[in-house]
């Protein structure tokens, strides 16, 4: 075993702490990385606090991870000592389900082994997060990040692009289409570059009009305020596709009445309480409101060798890991352009 | 002008009752009809009781429209007098807007010109459905009805048949899939029977099990009592499409789980409040929830054909027009099997 340090949250309500813990020897498929930066995610704290329910504690959170490969086992192929690598949000799936079998191991039947608060196939074996040293992942589960990129601002490509990059691929997103993105955090920054770089003519809707410059920065063509009902209605039934990235509560149906007929509005986001849905907001012109979770491994190398090639990366903020708690904090204010990401390089200060 | 004779609501709060009221003369490519039988919609009830807004009174209802032809303008090709002859929701459209063009005139940026409680394209004469002994409307917009089929039976299939039609082909459901119909009344029997057509293994959901022999005599291959939780459960995650016809209140979220991975569920039904919807019930599986409104104009033809082909016909209940309002207390009762059809030669009794 290898004694990883970390920060890990000891219960619900305690804040993040220093730790020490136990990763396994690498196998023979086993890749081993020395963490360089970890991007936070809003559901490192949702899960840290225990607010979707389940939660284990110690937790390790972190799953926008970017390190260097320093151990390999005798029988990985994919990577070699040295290597930049990621690890987003899973590290294990069944193999065997039809969602896995067609490289969708986010919707394995058996649901994926997560990066952290889950457990290993054996069923018992806690998994813990990018929040520490060093990881131990199979190789399959592991991603190669693309030299040209800056590894901080890779990290949140893990779980904020993947999310983002997979239903504007899914539901076709190219050239010529008019796409929204709702809401400008982690997960929307990301929607609007690659929308943008994808071809698509890009109006972003904010609920205030503060951040309109730094969404024309970004590559937003139009920033629409949500508040605004004529600006709203001047976009009635223009959009191809909205990618929703909002968790917070919010007015679906004048979303979808944005949508032209047959067109997507997908959510990303993961607001707590039902939303309420006008059944006449999708009959009127044959909308469609989906959901989408993360993507799939080759996907996510997919995604990242289109970072590599447009040279897409995130908007960050590098902390060092004694100010997560306070990155939390803020966080939940929304003060952040657009991710947290710590450097853990820190962790031996 | 023609004199046509009818049932009319005067108000919001009046029982329909007989009236008199001007058709226009054909003209060179409308089509005249002597209306044989109607069809009672539950949007006939909502409309004449002002239930949705903006209802226009006196107003003629019926949208489910077989007759024969009696006179044709001089430019009118499809049809000769003699012909027997549908009429659905729509008598008319922009004819040039974009889904128009398509053939999509239910979704026309202008609006159809709906059957009645509508206007036509002068955008003043307000138009009078199918509760009435004549009907003149362009051809375009007239359907051929087979001549195999029962024209009493036939006449729901103009509204309830292209409604549940059009999804169930649009969402390209066949052999091989498994697919769900939430509701069994006049539009859930007709979706029964056209996915059971179309291939599918067809598994209805109803609240209580008193239908269950009447939906396995229509096609289902499965009943399933939706308040059931086992039985719920067992289903999960294993339907390809659902068809949802169900205009009350209820848990869209316990039908989206029963999709599979990518599956769809589309509603047909209209219910008068938002319903409230999870998130995660999206997201888990990259499902979508989408809405359906009746179906195009050559689509409807489409479906009269396969309706020709496959015998496939409403189950009907035929009343004379002097029970229309006992027919409409009936219906809100759910007191029928599967509609309500008025037989218009009562209208001379």
């Known amino acids: 075993m290898t004694t990883a340090r970390g920060y890990a949250a000891q219960s619900a309500t305690s804040p993040l702490a220093p730790i020490q813990f136990e990763r396994r020897e690498p196998g023979a498929r086993d890749v081993q990385l020395e963490v360089l930066f970890c991007g936070i995610c809003h559901s490192d704290l949702h899960q840290a606090r225990d607010e979707w329910g389940g939660s284990a504690f110690p937790m390790v959170p972190g799953h926008e991870i970017v390190g260097r490969v320093t151990?390999?086992?005798?029988?990985?192929?994919?990577?070699?000592?040295g290597d930049l690598a990621g690890v987003g949000c899973m590290v294990d799936a069944c193999r065997t389900c039809p969602s896995c079998k067609e490289g969708l191991e986010q919707y394995c039947a058996q649901t994926p082994v997560y990066t952290y608060n889950s457990k290993e196939r054996d069923g018992k074996t806690p998994t813990q997060g990018g929040y520490s040293d060093v990881l131990v992942v199979d190789q399959d589960f592991v991603l190669k990040v693309p030299a040209n990129l800056d590894p901080a601002r890779a990290a949140p490509l893990l779980c904020a692009g993947i999310t983002t990059y997979s239903p504007l691929r899914h539901w076709k997103v190219g050239p010529g289409q008019r796409v929204g993105v709702v809401g400008l955090g982690g997960l929307g920054h990301m929607g609007v570059k690659f929308a943008r770089a994808m071809g698509a003519h890009v109006v972003v809707f904010s609920h205030t009009d503060k951040k309109k410059q730094d969404a024309?920065?970004?590559?937003?063509?139009?920033?629409?305020?949500?508040?605004?009902?004529?600006?709203?209605e001047?976009?009635?039934?223009t959009l191809d596709f909205v990618l929703d990235t909002v968790s917070a509560p919010h007015d679906i149906n004048a979303y979808l009445?944005?949508?032209?007929?047959?067109?997507?509005?997908?959510?990303?986001?993961?607001?707590?309480?039902?939303?309420?849905?006008?059944?006449?907001?999708?009959?009127?012109q044959r909308r469609?409101?989906?959901g989408s979770s993360i993507g799939g491994i080759n996907e996510t190398q997919e995604m990242l060798d289109f970072c590599g090639k447009h040279e897409v990366l995130s908007d960050v903020e590098v902390i060092p890991i004694q100010q997560v708690n306070e990155a939390y904090t803020r966080l939940l204010k929304g003060d952040v352009k657009y991710r947290f990401v710590i450097d853990m390089r820190s962790l031996k200060e």
């Not at 151990?71 to 000592?81: Q, S």
């Not at 001047?234 to 039934?237: D, F, I, N, T």
């Open 216 to 232: 024309l920065r970004l590559g937003a063509h139009e920033v629409v305020v949500s508040s605004n009902a004529e600006e709203m």
């Open 257 to 284: 009445g944005l949508l032209r007929r047959d067109g997507s509005l997908v959510l990303v986001g993961v607001p707590e309480k039902p939303l309420p849905l006008q059944p006449f907001s999708l009959i009127a």
């Open 71 to 81: 151990r390999v086992g005798a029988d990985v192929t994919k990577f070699k000592v």
């Open 288 to 290: 469609s409101f989906s």
């Open 234 to 237: 001047a976009r009635a039934g």
